[in-house]
């Protein structure tokens, strides 16, 4: 780069490729390729390598709503809880069942008895999907 600074008049360009120096004009870029040539192409192969191996923020199948780390592609490191429907990683599964609670981790609803059938009717009775295929209509 020739050193110059950004003012209001003059914006400067970033390098296509690596966003390390930035350039006055087209010319100036083309005077500097040489310098900057072999920096440029090191940092385009680690952000080559940064995109590619970058988690994704999330996974198709969600977040937990406890944890809110994303869910396990496996769809057997998850458990689908009756009573709210929500999907609920084994971590936060484990660590409930741990602190010996006997309630949803979600909503805190009693995982047992006849509320439980009376909840569960109600959801099927509205036509919710997970309700009907985990009492095995669907």
Do not use: W
């Not at 192969?45 to 969600?62: C, D, I, N, Y």
């Amino acid at each position: 780069s020739c050193g110059m600074a950004e003012l209001d008049n003059i914006k400067l360009m970033d390098c296509d490729d690596c966003d390390l120096v930035r350039y006055c004009s087209d010319a100036c870029q083309r005077n500097h390729k040489s310098q900057h040539e072999s920096a440029c192409k090191k940092r385009e192969a680690e952000l080559s390598e940064e995109l590619l191996f970058k988690q994704p923020e999330s996974t198709h199948r969600g977040d937990c709503p406890i944890c809110m780390l994303p869910h396990h592609l496996d769809t057997k490191k998850c458990t689908m809880l009756n009573c709210c429907s929500k999907l609920i990683c084994d971590g936060c599964t484990y660590a409930y069942k741990f602190s010996g609670a006997v309630c949803c981790p979600f909503c805190r609803f009693s995982l047992g008895g006849e509320q439980l059938e009376k909840k569960m009717l109600k959801r099927i009775e509205l036509n919710d999907p997970v309700a009907i295929t985990s009492e095995g209509l669907g």
